[in-house]
């Protein structure tokens, strides 16, 4: 997928627990997991949201769209 999640970074910068940012945001470890790891399909702009107030960021500081090697 072309889309790569960079939550990792921000919870390196800002020294969280992927638990802690869970709590904070409002949803389970185990989905922002999938979010994290980049099997998500989707996110909701409302926990797009959330993610950027608790890390205090922008959504491109989580999102990055990277070209797919054309085969």
Do not use: H, Y
Request: contains cysteine; charged residues 25%; neutral net charge.
């Amino acid at each position: 997928m072309p889309i790569t999640v960079d939550i990792d970074v921000m919870l390196a910068r800002r020294k969280m627990s992927v638990g802690e940012l869970a709590d904070r945001v409002g949803i389970t470890p185990a989905n922002l997991a999938v979010l994290k790891n980049g099997r998500a399909k989707a996110v909701r702009f409302t926990t797009l949201a959330a993610l950027c107030e608790v890390l205090q960021c922008q959504p491109g500081d989580l999102l990055r769209w990277e070209a797919e090697d054309a085969l």
